[in-house]
């Protein structure tokens, strides 16, 4: 098992940064991958950014230039930096892990971008 928990959502006006972090119950080292998505109202969940075993990292076009995924082996933490906010980034933001075949998500944490 593990259990994810997502911190740093909050209200931002466009043009801003947010940083939301990840706290991981077990080695994040030892998973396949770990990575962020979110999910508008009406709209399916999608993939923000991930990084995959061996160090491969991919982001959604939307968010290429402006977000970055990082992560820290030594404390158990995933990141993403947010930059350039949009509106459209408006979303609850969840953490995600695939370990041992798994798929596992945190609880989400809401990130709005509004003047």
């Known amino acids: 098992q593990v259990q994810l928990m997502e911190s740093g959502g909050g209200l931002v006006q466009p043009g801003g940064s947010l940083r939301l972090s990840c706290t991981a119950s077990?080695?994040?080292?030892?998973?396949?991958?770990v990575g962020w998505y979110r999910q508008a109202p009406g709209k399916q969940r999608e993939l923000v950014a991930r990084?995959?075993?061996?160090?491969?990292?991919n982001y959604a076009d939307s968010v290429k230039d402006r977000f970055t995924i990082q992560k820290d082996n030594a404390k158990n933490m995933l990141y993403l930096q947010m930059n350039m906010l949009k509106p459209e980034d408006t979303a609850v933001y969840y953490c995600?892990?695939?370990?041992?075949?798994?798929?596992?998500w945190g609880q989400g944490t809401q990130v709005t971008v509004s003047s």
């Open positions: 995600n892990a695939v370990w041992n075949t798994q798929n596992y």
């Open positions: 077990r080695n994040i080292d030892t998973m396949y991958s």
């Open positions: 990084i995959v075993s061996g160090g491969y990292t």
